[in-house]
């Protein structure tokens, strides 16, 4: 099936058409893609390549994404494609997020998966939810505006693994048909943002949270430490902090390690000192959910009752070991309220 027709772009007379499906607004000439590598200009008409194409789809502990207060210990319905707006240099998923020609020769041949095809699909795996994520789903937003709603519609939550660069149109066509909202913060300004991601994307990836959050999707938050990077004290205590009083203090955040890999290839792996004292910060900070990831740090995955400090959930990796939530939001020792859907 020949890829559709984009949406969220304008033409200009030489045949160049602008995106303007996130902050980016790449100008493409003719038979040029834009900076996702998968938004195609062919005589004047913007396409989008990945349209229901998903190289990468498996069946995915949910705690991998990761969520821990969104159907703890379930598996989900993992579906990544190809390309993302941000470059950043120390991406774990390149062959993904930056594919090359042939990759892109490749899943044009490859055959696509029609939205009202995914909720049959995980009916069939007894899966509760149904994720966007390895790749920057945005990218590919025609098809979550089809497919999201139809998901809903058969009963499954839906769930986008993103970095939350999108311009506020298609966000709004998005938003009333998602469930939960797995966003990174990769670090605090546009300047930091410039350089680890090639784009000053910061302010608009905390509006569009902000966006989320009055939609009323669950929310989980994700920062990659890379090391000497984004993991001074002042730059975490700072997300925690906006997080803590933006999102409420309630939304969990994952800090999570990084290692050496794609254009970052001369940094240590995370120590898990820094994990440590992230998580610390965290609390300090006044949230009361932050989870230690990509590391093996004993309790560090556990959901503990912010107020009897009560085990709720035992993990260890992505296992959930043990679940005294199952069916309830609320901690069986002392009744407090836990966010999340369990
Ligand atoms: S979605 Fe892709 S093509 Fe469109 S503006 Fe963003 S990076 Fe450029």
Redesign the pocket.
């Known amino acids: 099936m020949p890829a559709p027709e984009a949406r969220?772009?304008s033409t200009r007379e030489d045949a160049h058409v602008r995106?303007?499906?996130?902050?980016?607004?790449?100008l493409?000439p003719d038979g040029a893609?834009?900076?996702?590598?998968?938004?195609k200009n062919e005589g004047g008409r913007?396409y989008a390549l990945t349209w229901g194409r998903f190289p990468a789809l498996a069946i995915d502990p949910i705690e991998k994404k990761p969520l821990y207060h969104f159907f703890p210990g379930s598996d989900t319905l993992s579906l990544g494609s190809l390309?993302c707006?941000m470059h950043c240099l120390h991406c774990q998923n390149v062959s993904l997020s930056e594919p090359d020609i042939f990759a892109l020769a490749h899943i044009e041949q490859t055959k696509t998966m029609p939205p009202e095809f995914i909720a049959p699909f995980a009916r069939q795996h007894s899966v509760p939810t149904v994720v966007w994520t390895y790749n920057e789903p945005?990218?590919n937003?025609e098809y979550l505006v089809s497919a999201l709603p139809l998901v809903q519609q058969a009963g499954l939550a839906t769930v986008l693994v993103t970095a939350g660069?999108?311009s506020p149109e298609p966000l709004g066509e998005i938003l009333p048909h998602l469930d939960a909202w797995r966003i990174d913060i990769k670090g605090w300004g546009d300047e930091f943002y410039q350089r680890l991601t090639g784009f000053p994307g910061w302010k608009t990836v905390l509006g569009n949270s902000l966006l989320a959050r009055e939609a009323g999707c669950h929310i989980e938050v994700v920062t990659n430490l890379i090391d000497g990077w984004n993991d001074s004290p002042e730059d975490l205590a700072a997300i925690a902090r906006w997080i803590a009083r933006e999102l409420g203090p309630e939304t969990p955040w994952h800090v999570t390690a990084s290692h050496p890999a794609a254009h970052l290839t001369s940094i240590r792996p995370t120590p898990p000192a820094t994990i440590l004292e992230a998580r610390r910060i965290g609390l300090e900070s006044g949230l009361k959910h932050v989870y230690c990831g990509n590391v093996d740090i004993p309790d560090g995955s556990d959901t503990v009752c912010p107020d009897c400090g009560a085990i709720l959930i035992r993990r260890r990796g992505f296992a959930v070991l043990e679940n005294r939530l199952t069916g309830s939001a609320a901690c069986p020792d002392c009744g407090r309220r836990i966010i999340g859907r369990f």
Do not use: D, H, K, T
């Not at 995106?19 to 790449?26: D, E, H, I, S, V």
């Not at 893609?33 to 938004?39: E, F, P, Q």
């Open positions: 969220w772009y995106c303007q499906l996130c902050p980016r607004a790449c493409i893609s834009g900076a996702c590598r998968v938004r913007l390309g707006n945005l990218v937003a660069l999108v």
